[in-house]
Nanobody, 122 residues
Framework: QAQLVESGGGLVQAGGSLRLSCAAS????????VAWFRQAPGKEREFVAA????????SYADSVKGRFSISRDNAKNTVYLQMNSLKPEDTAVYSC???????????????WGQGTQVTVSS
């Protein structure tokens, strides 16, 4: 079992940056693939980025490629999402999720955090 807690959200102006953190409990976190998803009001949850257990493989949604970067520190049981050049359309609740096995870009994750709000003003 893993419990995930997100932090780092907030209000930022367009063009600004934020770094989200996903802290996990459990000694096996280093074996999990982890992803970030987001959900804007009135919209379905969408995939943002994912990273495999070692950090050697990553995947990004086209909408964030070149602006967002996912990384992990297994010694700290933490995954990060660095978000640069933020746009108003990035406004959403961002949640992290973890799964045993390889990373995926769909919702097939076993453990989910509660989410953190990111608001980008124009």
């Amino acid at each position: 079992q893993a419990q995930l807690v997100e932090s780092g959200g907030g209000l930022v102006q367009a063009g600004g940056s934020l770094r989200l953190s996903c802290a996990a409990s459990g000694r096996t976190f280093s074996t999990y693939a982890v992803a970030w998803f987001r959900q804007a009001p009135g919209k379905e949850r969408e995939f943002v980025a994912a990273i495999n257990w070692s950090g050697s493989v990553t995947s990004y949604a086209d909408s964030v490629k070149g602006r967002f970067s996912i990384s992990r520190d297994n010694a700290k049981n933490t995954v990060y999402l660095q978000m640069n050049s933020l746009k108003p359309e990035d406004t959403a609740v961002y949640s992290c999720a973890a799964r045993v096995g390889s990373l995926r870009v769909d919702n097939a994750y076993h453990y989910w955090g509660q989410g953190t709000q990111v608001t980008v003003s124009s």
